[in-house]
């Protein structure tokens, strides 16, 4: 980031304070979460909001983070979680976007035309806004202390407008409910899942 212009800046501070951090991408959303000692929170933050002020999409950590997709995915093949996913994925409404490709290889996440960092740049002006994002911070401090951190770090975010999609195709069809979805485990664990579309 622009503050924080260092590889693994975020990381390694998360880390030394006592930390975790993470992200993930769900049907709508990605979340971004991290746990931090108390006493490091408002450094933590300050470094965690820059992110999405101003992200610096250094070419050479595009290109390692494209490497890294196949890699992460290749690792979690017999997932059962994420197996579960993908035979979910096949059985619902393949017109609905969240049962759409969902991980990149080398091959997809070439940049083509465009470099794949314009790309991402194109992406993070058209889904990063203030309005359309949700932050929620628990600390041990007030209210009021917690509050002025968040004001005081995350107000750059710039609000461009933006709108969250509205997607108007089922996730399944009446013709497909009531469904049943066998999975076969590779663990020896037994899960009952039930989906509430």
């Not at 450094?43 to 290109?63: G, H, I, M, Q, W």
């Not at 994925?89 to 960092?117: C, I």
Request: charged share 30%; net charge negative; aromatic share 10%.
């Amino acid at each position: 980031t622009d503050r924080y212009p260092e590889a693994d800046a975020y990381q390694n501070f998360i880390s030394a304070h006592g930390g975790d951090h993470n992200a993930f991408t769900a049907s709508r959303d990605t979340n971004y979460y991290f746990d931090i000692e108390p006493t490091a929170l408002p450094e933590a933050l300050d470094r965690f909001s820059r992110f999405f002020v101003a992200p610096r999409f250094n070419p050479e950590y595009v290109e390692r983070e494209r490497n890294a997709v196949p890699s992460e995915y290749q690792a979690r093949l017999r997932d059962d979680g994420r197996r579960i996913n993908e035979a979910t994925d096949r059985a619902l409404n393949p017109e609905h976007p969240a049962t759409r490709f969902a991980v990149g290889s080398l091959e997809t996440l070439q940049g083509g035309e465009r470099s794949l960092r314009e790309k991402l740049i194109d992406f993070y002006q058209s889904h990063y806004g203030a309005n359309v994002m949700h932050l929620t911070v628990i600390g041990p401090q007030s209210l009021d202390t917690l509050e002025s951190m968040v004001r005081d770090r995350f107000a750059e975010i710039p609000d461009r407008g933006l709108t969250r999609t509205a997607i108007e195709t089922p996730l399944v069809t009446d013709a497909e409910l009531p469904a049943r979805l066998a999975v076969k485990s590779l663990s020896r664990d037994r899960e009952v899942r039930f989906l509430f579309p």
